[in-house]
């Protein structure tokens, strides 16, 4: 296994985003338009260009009813992606999978890490991930992936969530998993209803505290966010906003989750997010020294004193 010409390097404290790169026909928010794989490098480079720091490249819809996809056409779908975009991007490249297969052949191709919404359930995808010594996100799921996806009944979804989190990263490190390389993440929308993913965002500050490791968020476009908007605005609880319309709502959980602690945001559109990190880790400066306005060196676009 090659090492990856961009490792994923997780700093305390430190904020980054993370671009997403569906390969696929039936994402929820972008299936079809990068399953050609030009179509996906050059996206996957225009987000790097807008500020993400590191990549998610998937070949399969995690969306409820979502079509399975098997282990050779997922392969065939994200490997030459994750190939060109480890040599050229320029940032670590991860790969969305639960399979062993993908996630070794993604490896091979450069992959710096593996996100795996089943949170660890295949020990064989654990032990390549922790023979590769990559970086690995263990997102909390109830449920298939795939297929009809249930609620499942939470007395406090928070600690649940929290608590599950804890115990599967400690299970990944135990199997060998490098901890300095592992994320968690609550996994909004995966067997949660919007009351749920909005309490897991809204105590988000809850799980950082309660895991003590570095905390993924993957709020963009969510279905609870048109929920959410929906009812606001028309005060109709079974209707919700499109997904072409959640762009500012998504923006404000980036703010919200970064405010409360997470150290990476999954987002479909970089630039704004990355301007969010930009200005909240000048604040943090300024807050840091004592509010001096000479402590603040504001840099414009390329480096400008602006
Ligand atoms: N959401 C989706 C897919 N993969 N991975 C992680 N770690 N966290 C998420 O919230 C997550 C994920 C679904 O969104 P998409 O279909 O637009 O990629």
């Known amino acids: 296994m090659t090492a990856p010409a961009h490792p994923l390097i997780l700093a305390p404290g430190g904020r980054q985003v993370m671009g997403v790169v569906n390969v696929t026909p039936d994402s929820f928010s972008d299936g079809g338009r990068y399953l050609d794989p030009d179509a996906a490098i050059a996206h996957g480079l225009a987000l790097v260009a807008a500020g993400a720091a590191v990549l998610d490249v998937g070949g399969e819809s995690t969306r409820p009813g979502a079509a399975p996809v098997d282990a050779a056409e997922e392969q065939r779908r994200v490997q030459p ?17 639960t399979k062993p297969a993908v996630a070794e052949a993604a490896l091979a191709a450069g992959a710096a890490l593996v996100n795996d919404v089943s949170g660890g359930d295949d020990p064989a995808l654990v032990r390549i991930v922790a023979a590769a010594g990559c970086g690995y996100v263990v997102m909390h ?88 908007l929906g009812r606001a605005a028309r005060s109709d609880l079974s209707d919700g906003i499109d ?3 959640r762009e500012e709502a998504t923006l404000a959980t980036v703010v919200w989750a970064f405010q409360r602690g997470a150290a990476m945001v999954r ?22 020294d004592g509010m001096r306005p000479s402590a603040v060196a504001v840099a414009g676009p390329g480096g400008r004193v602006a």
């Not at 599950?164 to 998993?177: N, S």
């Not at 968690?184 to 799980?207: I, M, N, T, Y």
Request: hydrophobic share 50%; net charge negative.
């Open 267 to 288: 987002v479909h559109e970089a630039r704004a997010a990355a301007r969010v990190v930009q200005l909240l880790d000048v604040l943090d400066r300024a807050t840091q």
């Open 81 to 97: 992606v994750i190939a060109a975009l480890a040599a050229d991007s320029g940032v670590p490249v991860g790969v969305d999978t």
């Open 141 to 228: 799921h109830v449920g298939l992936p795939a297929g009809s996806r249930p609620v499942p009944a939470y007395a406090d979804v928070v600690s649940e969530v929290a608590a599950d989190l804890t115990r599967r990263a400690h299970a990944a490190v135990d199997a060998g998993v490098r901890p300095d390389g592992l994320l968690v993440d609550p996994g909004l929308g995966f067997g949660k209803d919007a009351a749920g993913s909005v309490a897991l965002l809204a105590r988000l500050d809850e799980v950082v505290a309660h895991v003590g490791r570095p905390v993924l968020v993957g709020a963009s476009r969510k279905s609870f966010l048109g929920a959410v």
């Open 243 to 245: 997904v072409g319309e």
